[in-house]
């Protein structure tokens, strides 16, 4: 069959289209971009509670992204999560004794771990444990305390005044 | 017991047609091979079953965008987390809107032309004709359609939630004043390459695979007159939406189940 | 047995023994015998619905016996495999009632279609061939036409001209003759008469033209009912004394095949039993003329 021009320049662009869409996706809107496997180093650290952090999530030192949460599995003798990061090898001059926390981004967002603080001379390195963590806000808790508190401040206040009102 | 009766010749018609149905599958995928070293073939069908469907799924994906950009800003800001738009947009789409609407699309559009241009074959002797010149309909006419249908169908579904997140863009960025940086870093972030991405390119697959399927099932099985060609067009439509959309709950029951 | 039409013959190019074919309760054909001689154009006739186009697909093997076995060039076309079927239909040729042209390509692409699939051939070659068969049937001019731009005698004849792109052995020719003007008609006749002289084809033509068919035909077997009601040369059929052959060679309405289909109730019976409300006054002389138009 004689080969049509216009038929195959069409589907020519066609394909383009569709196989430029899966890479906009892939690179642009997934995070395959940020997966830069082999130039990472391992770092684990404990938390009494991680809270809702996933694997994948994000780590970050001042706001900034420089790795993400490789694997999160408890230890039964300790009761312990044990979370293991990827940090991205261009940050190697991280000091040892830096804070791990668990935050969450926005009040519904999306939790991560924020390494903070440290001045030691010596950097964190292929696995390293960061002894110093905080663990997950618990919103629950928080709340919990929150309002055991200002019951607590309530009754001592109500105690003074004594002005019930039934 | 006239229910029951009736109830049971359509089981027996069902299973008959389900067994038509597979060997015809087993021939066209059989065919495959043959067709693969004439790219000729597919190219020709690509071209109208693919081409062809390009612009209604580039306009329906970027209104879907712009309306989930709109719908997802109003209900999202209620809560001030405009900032996730993004999120919400592009899950909503890569995961369920994108393979399952252009799959609905494709099949309306390229599924029942599929169906009617083979009926017609049927109807004018013209693959009878085909066997008696010793020529396979099915390895020369359907496989060369079954390979583009499948083969499209991932594209066109890419192309739809590529253009729909940009429709959603300009709609949340340009016209409601979310910020553009928070739009793509939050998607970023919140969007799983394996997660998201390759499984709205395995539904679109699955769904290619079975709307092209019954497209050219429902053409070769017609009754080959014009009253058999329009009912079996109108069972192309149909089967395929009901088997996309539930296909697609099984799917995501299977893929995003364990979260 | 019912073996009247069964001469063994060694100068057959297809036999048909003891065939027996049925769709659902309806036997098509009853244990017939038909012989078709090489290079001779032997004439299948019988009012429609006799099966005659079931036949055409019995021998290509697109449809399969109840009973009985179909020869073609020694082998039984119902016991190869697919192969074997496919290398044998590729020297039959089957002229199709409608033509079966390929709606999406021109007519030149259309006779050059079984070349491209079957062989390998350079381009310049096929183009070749191409116009041979094209100027053949007269239609070297039409060749960038698509089909639906052609008149039903013109798309048989481009069907024709693809049928005979192979050489094949043989043609069979569904109804050529069908709902053509008298020109095609004639154009046709002469066609399939030089085809199988020039080419030395073997042609089996399934017809109910009686005087086109009869101009032609070397041998005519006439069909009813699933069985053969006659047979031999167009003389001797115009001869014959039987008065179903008779009837049907001189188109007579009425005698051994009614003009009547049967009915199991007498005519008068079956009106009067038939739904009373259809005869009441209202139905009859109702303010609707519309339902009334249908009565008169």
Known sequence: MPHNKTQDTLVGLFVAAGIASLFFLALQVSNLSSFTKGNTYEVVARFSNSGGLKAKAAVSAAGVKIGSVKSITFDPKTFESIVKMDIDAQYNTLPDDVTASVYTAGLLGEQYVSLDGGGSDDYLKNGSKIEITNSSLILEKAIGQFLFKSAEENKGSSDKKTSPKK | MEFFRSLGANTRESFTKLGRGSYFLIGMLAGISSVLVRPNLILKQMHSVGVLSFLIIFISGLFVGMVLGLQGFYILSRFGAEETLGVMVAASLVRELGPVVSALLFAGRAGSALTAEIGLM??????????????????RIISPRFLAGFLSMPLLAALFSAVGIMGGQIVGCGLLGVDDGA??????????????IINGVIKS????FITTWIALFEGYDAVPTAEGVSRATTRTVVNSAFSILGLDFIL???????? | MDNRGHHPNQNSLVSVHNLTFSRGEKKIFDNI?????????????GPSGTGKTTLLKLIGGQLFPQNGNIVVNGRDVHHLKRDELYTLRKRMGMLFQSGALLTGMNVYDNVAFPLREHTHLPESMIRSLVLMKLEAVGLRGAR?????????????????????????????????????????????????KSLNTTLGLTSIIVSHDVYETAAIADYIYVL???????????????ES??????QFMNGAADGPVHFHYPAKEEYMDDLLHCDKSLFSRKRLFGEKPAKRRRYS
């Open chain 2, 122 to 139: 049927k109807a004018t002797e013209q693959l009878s004709g085909m066997e008696m010149m010793a020529i396979d309909p099915i390895k």
């Open chain 2, 183 to 196: 739009y793509w870093s939050q998607m970023n972030a919140a969007i799983d390459f394996q997660k998201d």
């Open chain 2, 205 to 208: 697959l699955v769904f290619g």
């Open chain 2, 252 to 259: 995501t029951a299977l893929m995003f189940g364990d979260n």
């Open chain 3, 33 to 45: 015998s038909l012989e078709f001689e090489r290079g001779k154009i032997t004439a299948i006739m």
């Open chain 3, 144 to 192: 960038d036409l698509m089909p639906n731009e052609l008149s039903g005698g013109m798309a048989r004849r481009v069907a024709l001209a693809r049928a005979i792109a192979l050489d094949p052995m043989m043609i069979m020719y569904d109804e050529p003759f069908t709902g053509q003007d008298p020109i095609s008609m004639g154009a046709l006749v002469l066609l399939i």
């Open chain 3, 224 to 238: 009813s009912e699933g069985k053969v009601v006659g047979q031999g040369t167009p003389q001797e059929i115009k």
């Open chain 3, 241 to 246: 004394s039987s008065e179903w052959v008779q």
